[in-house]
């Protein structure tokens, strides 16, 4: 006799297999692109190989474990802002709350280099 199983305990059978899928929820707070967009461009940088590949999801989790989606938004968003042309991205490089978000996630790379690479 087959048994369906209803709906009712898919979110218990979900939220476990979360729980011991990312148990530091470390990147789980990161939107899924933003971490795969992470994860392309440093398997890019560093070959696009099985190790890379592992070496860069560990990256992102580090980093998310340090930095909240909302700081690590921040910074990308003024290292994007201050690669544009024009007197106005001075803006973007050398005002204090663009140093300070970049040394925020630089920061958080180093670290994530030293434990994943």
């Keep these: 006799m087959i048994r369906y199983a209803g709906l009712s305990t898919l979110p218990l059978l979900l939220v476990s297999a979360l729980a011991f899928a990312n148990p530091a929820g470390a ?3 990161y939107p899924t692109a933003t971490v795969v967009d992470y994860v392309l461009g440093c398997m890019q940088t560093n070959g696009r190989t099985r190790q890379a590949l592992e070496s860069c999801s560990c990256s992102i989790d580090v980093i998310a474990s340090i930095l909240p989606f909302d700081h690590y938004e921040k910074a990308e968003t003024f ?12 803006l973007f490089r050398e005002s204090a709350p663009a140093r300070a978000a970049g040394t925020e996630l630089k920061r958080a790379q180093a670290e994530a280099d030293v434990r994943c690479f």
């Design 27 to 29: 990147a789980g707070d």
């Design 79 to 90: 290292k994007s802002m201050s690669l544009t042309m024009g007197e106005r991205s001075g």
